[in-house]
């Protein structure tokens, strides 16, 4: 099983999950952290958490970054992560 920090969130009327990874998940491929994005859509749904997942992570120079909508993307690109961290008020389990 697998444990993850979220921020279950209402961002400007929209419900998000904000999952936050480490920093090892910057070395995935585009294809792999899609996977996981929609693995991690799927558990928090079934977890009763509405809203689109976001994966937020900080790179290994300590850089934000997500993976997001697009929609979401201009709030996301002005987010500070440790806020973000900050309003942290689940955990997830998926397994």
């Given at each position: 099983?697998?444990?993850?920090?979220?921020?279950?969130?209402?961002?400007?009327?929209?419900?998000?999950?904000?999952?936050?990874?480490?920093?090892?998940?910057?070395?995935?491929?585009?294809?792999?952290?899609?996977?996981?994005?929609?693995?991690?859509?799927?558990?928090?749904?079934?977890?009763?958490?509405?809203?689109?997942?976001?994966?937020?992570?900080?790179d290994s120079f300590g850089r934000f970054?997500?993976?997001?909508?697009?929609?979401?993307?201009?709030?996301?690109?002005?987010?500070?992560?440790?806020?973000?961290?900050?309003?942290?008020?689940?955990?997830?389990?998926?397994?």
């Amino acid at each position: 099983m697998a444990e993850f920090d979220v921020a279950h969130l209402r961002i400007q009327g929209v419900d998000v999950v904000i999952c936050f990874l480490g920093s090892s998940f910057d070395h995935k491929s585009q294809e792999e952290q899609q996977q996981t994005q929609a693995a991690l859509q799927i558990c928090s749904g079934n977890a009763g958490l509405a809203g689109n997942v976001v994966l937020v992570w900080q790179d290994s120079f300590g850089r934000f970054k997500f993976l997001a909508p697009p929609n979401q993307h201009p709030f996301f690109k002005t987010a500070d992560f440790h806020q973000l961290h900050r309003q942290i008020n689940k955990r997830l389990t998926c397994g």
